[in-house]
């Protein structure tokens, strides 16, 4: 079942960023009060592509514990102005990196008004861009919570290599053919990495309504997925361009406020992908949720939403 939207309101806002050489939008969603006492979260989701859908449940935090929570869709996916032209690394050098990402936030933040006060949550890639806007000390946050994120893009992939050694030798075979024949597009491809996923990204399935809306709308348009390098050419197992070189070691230091990182078992970051947030950040706690892999929020929601809702009404 779909995470009800009753009660929330949508809108637009108006990104500026002249190298698109258009007008764009940012497409938001609101939980709650924005003229509460409580400060209201923000939360950045995966990909980049991959929309905010699967992670609608978390208005239970405006349900249980009053917290005003907006999500948004980064721009080029979901209902934000979408970029398939920007393919094109001639005629659109350098466009995706994390400052698109960094400066449509701060946009949204001044259009709802909550630039003077606000947490952010990211998930998965949304953590990762999440706490590079956080190293630039911006003015009103509050709180972070990295959920399921990792520090750099080569401890990530280091974890699926990982896997996929670990999955049944049929499995590992499909995948050594696939990638010899550079045929991550078939429908070969898509279905032994359907079996990966169920075992290190969701262990919930069929997987909920909410995320297969967001694998849905994300394959729509992969343009900002694929040019940043998030995969290589489509292998899930090699990253290049500009992720390639993500890392936020030397940076994570200069986070200044409380943060919080979730993560999972045997997911993509797990072990010692979260170690440089750990290590850098003065402020920080890590907790790991037993029997959840990169969704904890899916697959343990109580507990997952009593942990978040607790580090946010913390004095």
Not at 259 to 278: R, V
């Amino acid at each position: 079942m779909a995470t009800p939207i009753e009660g929330s309101y949508d809108g637009l806002a108006p990104f500026h960023w002249p190298a698109a050489r258009k007008p764009l939008q940012t497409w938001y969603r609101i939980f709650g009060d924005l003229s509460s006492s409580v400060a209201p979260l923000v939360i950045i989701h995966g990909g980049p592509g991959f929309p905010h859908n699967y992670l609608l449940n978390h208005r239970a935090l405006t349900d249980t514990y009053s917290v005003p929570v907006i999500f948004y869709d980064q721009i080029g996916s979901g209902l934000s102005t979408r970029l398939p032209e920007t393919a094109s690394s001639t005629d659109f050098p350098d466009f995706w990196t994390v400052e698109i990402f960094n400066k449509q936030l701060r946009q949204l933040l001044v259009h709802l008004k909550i630039e003077g006060r606000y947490d952010i949550l990211g998930s998965s890639w949304g953590g990762m861009m999440g706490s590079h806007f956080a190293h630039t000390r911006p003015a009103g946050l509050r709180r972070l919570i990295l959920a399921n994120s990792a520090a750099t893009k080569s401890l990530s992939i280091a974890n699926r290599k990982r896997f996929r050694e670990q999955l049944p030798r049929e499995i590992q075979d499909v995948l050594d053919r696939v990638e010899k024949e550079d045929a991550w597009n078939s429908e070969e491809a898509g279905g032994v990495m359907m079996e990966f996923a169920r075992r290190h990204a969701c262990t919930v399935f069929p997987f909920p309504e909410d995320m297969m809306a967001s694998i849905r709308i994300g394959g729509e348009d992969t343009t900002a997925c694929y040019t940043i390098g998030e995969d290589l050419n489509g292998n899930p197992f090699k990253s290049g361009g500009y992720m390639g070189e993500w890392t936020m070691v030397g940076k994570a230091a200069m986070i200044e406020v409380p943060t919080l990182l979730i993560n999972g078992i045997d997911e993509f970051a797990s072990g010692d992908a979260m170690k440089p947030f750990l290590d850098e950040i003065p402020d920080v706690r890590l907790i790991t949720m037993e029997g959840t892999s990169h969704s904890p929020h899916v697959e343990k929601k109580e507990e997952y939403m009593k942990i978040v809702g607790d580090f946010l009404a913390a004095l």
